[in-house]
């Protein structure tokens, strides 16, 4: 393979390293008014007054809105394929707000200082209601997040009941489990609570929108899902998908949080009305306060296995706090149980149950992993706690029981839409393989020695070390739900525009798609010119999530080539006067067997000036028909304070199954990214309320993500396997690389110093708390 | 966001303190950044960047340094850290970053007294006065408990150059955090000198577990005890960082860890 | 009110207010590489140069600016090469929004410590957050640029 496989550095390396203005911000037109949104500084309260006279005096302020302007139709911001599983519980402003944070009202002015100014001012009136904060209460509590009748879910998915406060509730089994923990020797029983997260992308979420020549909408923004913006707009706005236009340019990262539609609302609400450009740029304030986090959860986990180690069974229950609305809630809750009791594949029986509630938090939302990784935790930290139990070595605990290649599991009948009753195996999984070459790297059994042999001297100096180790898993897209596609044009100098919908947020998409296509059409990189993301011009993609790009829109790339390459047969047929069986298109020359040759240039431009006069254009489209997950093991070393409880990470192991690495330098740094992101979500991380509701960790002054000091070694290698249904075998890599790192530190922290944290994050003051208490 | 209506460059520090308490809105601007967190609306923003205090001056008894002096300046200088035992540069590693650090001006910290402040903890185990404009040479320690008389600007302080032990100790999650505790000690012949901050309150000294360390020692016992001293004397609190009761057994670890290094730097 | 600056070695004369902060009346300028993405001065992007110095220009009242000169990622782009060339190679530079206040950090570490250690590479780009990197690729990849620099040196 010429360009798959191949580190090459992104193409638009040179314009971010350069500082180049690409981004939104940077392109939003000088004169656009600047728009700030008013938030509420209650959990949950009515809006009984909005008095904008001070704001109107503000001098620059030209429009003040609130509820009362904006006609009233439900939606759901979650970027999810249509039909959403989710309610359409938001509105674009409501007479209600339910989090700390919600928007209240919509300041337009000439310029920031005045918007601001202008929102300083806006005297709101509410009657405060008593919020409902805690989760585990929320089930059929008095207090109705959302007592407006006026929600509707557009699928029928179940277990939604508005008036319960319940999001969603679902769940899935397999076997008997109570007959399985029966005949267990060993059953561990516990609970776990994995924290909300903040996504912490560097650039806040921000919009422009302003009227083309057409009088059509046009919307830009730093988002992760193009089309799904453009139907919420319309549907927002009431009006035709027909007249928005969303473009997204360069932006600065999202993991998640530029998955669901947030900035958007304003600028195109105002250049609809208007018909002047407008824009929004999050403070980050507004971000930590105003969009979406991970959503916390609640694990009860029951294993049960012999004394040999034969895990028999697995319960888990799942509770998901969606915060004040439902975007996410099921499909995240979902995921923390069916992309995770699939590591298990020999177990008798498990069962999964989740729901997901409804308080006066921040809203739940995307964040790399989506459920996945919150599960992982859970159901990895009680297979370390049943490895002790079993005085067993966990990696051979999960040697034995975890699935291989060639496996399957009747889980993914059950979860996987469209699939029949078929067993689906997971013939490229090289979980084994990670495994394998993870203990390696990491010296497994040697570390394990070396730490009891220091034990003592450590203690002398006031600390202890301990290892731990953790597997994963996640998806590559979304079998039968999300689909991408994707248009090549060959133009007239023998040069390709290849069209996708697939949104790169900064992770090189775009670079490997144009890999790809490279690839499919032997032809050099230099011959293939991305155009992606704008509605208007791009072939339909899902966007950005679920670990879609390389393996859905690669796809659809591949695709469209193949359709490009039996076109210029076709044509160079016709060109070279010739008989298709004779014609081959290779290196960018097209030949003939009779030794006629033609380059791609002198063809394109023939065929566009001088004769048959055809544009060549083909299009692929490709939606995933069966799972192909990417796997992970993380092994991790750390070193605690006897006296402060402080964790310090030492060392790092991460072994990736991804399949054919499209790009191996880039797959490194996402797993490298990844796995500080974990870090963060094992030791510093978590979005902090007080008793009222409020944010206390709305800055990075108060919400820590990992700093350079905070990372010492991590070590990542691809298992580069090869799954015949991805893009020349790749599979994906985007989200699992978050998972293994807090259960393997949490497990590393219990063989420090003998204590089980089983909440996260693991701050000093808990882990020193356990171990004053558990002595 | 705060306000600012006019801004002014003094060319003597007699203008500037004019300027400042012309109007009570009037404020001094030192780095200018912590300022932008607050909401403050300030008339007149008097800034001493042309005074010539970005200084430190080593003399044969004292450093002198002038109130513009930022933390990298603190934190870099190679006589300070060999005097101190790196006393400043390990206050101030983990504060933000370099940027920041070139940007902040111990003038700033010290005038407003910021409970946070590592730097402040640090600086209160040393004999060091501040050179107010009006109000003239005060303790530092006198200062940080009781402020200035009346509205005033730090032109300087002296750090006298008492030949002795010096260590810095802090406790925080991740790296670029406040601290959830911090503790700065100092052995000056007999003389201890133990200051405690961020307890969230802000730096004080320890003054009974001084006198009870004097001339006592350092047994594993006298730790201990000391310990104890320290816990009883320091008032604690409970924030989003950690709670009074971690804290109060955080000071006694941390003031074992700087008690023990200075044993070893003793032997 | 009127300021006096040089900028990226243009001098210029601004028209700003006196709470203005020099982030803001630098992207206004047209010098977009100056980015934005806190409220509170902790995560760097918005690094540039004053007096050779490297600060924060979000937190810089512009007024302070008055008879300085200032360095943007838009005034390095010739001696920002090799820097550029091996954060790309390692392919650190993701979604790039923090890529010029780290290299704005970056030569700041290369102006005023010599032969920087580990430690002391992290020290000087500790104020410059990165999600998506994890860190640990950037440090390879400065190391590599400040070894290149050396070689460099000695022909």
Known sequence: MKYVNDSIKKIDSDALLKGKGVYTDDLAPKDALCIKVVRSPHAFAKITNIDDRLTRKVAGVEMVLTYKDIKRIPFTRAGQCYPELSPYDKFVLDEYVRHVGDDVAIIVAENQKSAEMGAKRLKVTYEVLDPLLDYRKAEGHKTLVHPEEDNFIPVDFVGYDREKNLATEMGFEVGEITQALEDSDVVIKKTYESQAQAQAMMETQRAFSYEDEYGRLVVVSSTQIPFHVRRTLARALDMPMSKIRVIKPR????????QSIHAEFYPALITKMTGKPSKIVYGRKEVFTGTTSRHKMKFDITLGATKEGEILGIEMNALSDTGAYGEHANTTVGAAGKKVLTLYNKVKACSFKGKAVYTNNL??????????????????????????????????????????????????????????????????????????????????????????????????????RGIGMAIAQQGSGLPNIDMAGATIKLNDDGFFTLLVGATDIGTGSDTILSQI???????????????ASDTDVSPFDSGAYASSTTYTSGNAVIEACKNMNSLIIEYGAKVLEENRENISFEKGKIFSKKGKEISLEAFSKKITYSMIHQQLTATGSFVPKKAAPPYMAGFAEV??????????????VGTVDCGTAINPMLARVQAEGGIVQGIGMALYEEVKVNPKGKLKSNTFMEYKIPTRKDVHTIQVELIEGHDDTGPYGAKSI??????????????????????????LPATPEKVWRAMNTEK | MITIRTYYFPETMEAAYEKLTERRNNAVIGGGGYLKLGSKAIGTAVDLSNLGLDYIKEEEKSFEIGAMTTFAGMMLHEGLNQHFNNLFQRAIEDIVGMQLKNM???????????????????????????????????????????????????????????????SFQDLRGSSSDYSILNLALSKEGDHYRIALGARPGRAKLAVKTMAFLEGKELSEEHMEKAGEVLTKEMVFGTNGRGSKEYRRAMGKVLLKKALQEGSIHED | MKIKVTINGKEKELEIAPDDYLSEVLRKEGLLGVKKGCDTESCGLCTIHLEDVAVLSCGTLAAKADGKSITTIEGVREKAEQ???????????????????????????????????????????KGNFCRCSGYVGQLEAVKSYLEGQKHEVCE
Request: net charge neutral; charged share 25%.
């Open chain 1, 251 to 258: 932006i600065g990262g999202g993991f998640g949080s530029k």
């Open chain 1, 363 to 464: 809203p739940g939302g995307a964040l790399r992993g989506f459920g996945v990784t919150q599960g992982t935790f859970a159901l990895e930290s009680a297979i370390n706690e049943l490895a002790e139990a079993l005085n067993m070595d966990p990696v051979k605990l999960r040697e034995m029981n975890m699935i291989k290649k060639g496996e399957t599991t009747p889980i993914y009948n059950i979860i996987t839409k469209g699939s029949g009753p078929e067993p689906i195996y997971m013939d490229s999984c090289e979980l084994e393989a990670c495994v394998q070459k993870g203990k390696a790297l990491f010296a497994w059994e040697n570390r394990k020695n070396r730490i009891e042999k220091d034990r003592e001297s450590q203690k002398i100096k006031g600390k202890a």
């Open chain 1, 517 to 531: 296509a490279a690839e499919a059409l032997d032809v050099s990189l230099d011959k293939i010119n991305i155009h």
């Open chain 1, 639 to 652: 070193e605690v304070d006897l006296d402060t409880g402080k964790v310090d990470l030492l060392d790092f």
């Open chain 1, 734 to 759: 985007g989200e699992v690389v978050i998972n293994t790192v807090p259960p393997a530190i949490m497990e590393a922290i219990y063989q420090a110093v003998g204590v089980r944290i089983r909440s």
């Open chain 2, 104 to 166: 902040v001006t111990i003038g700033a910290t010290i005038y407003s007294r910021y409970g946070f402040s590592d730097f402040l903890t640090a600086l209160l185990v040393t004999t060091t006065k501040v050179k107010l404009y009006k109000g003239g040479w005060i303790s530092l320690n006198e200062f940080l408990e009781n402020g200035p008389k009346e509205r005033d600007i730090v032109e300087k302080i002296s750090i006298e150059k008492t030949k002795g032990f010096y």
């Open chain 3, 83 to 125: 820097v550029r060339y091996q954060l790309a190679k390692r392919g650190v530079d993701q979604c790039g929004f923090c890529a010029p206040g780290t290299i704005m950090s970056i030569l700041y570490l290369e102006k005023v410590v010599e032969n920087p250690t580990d430690e002391e590479i992290n020290r000087y780009l």
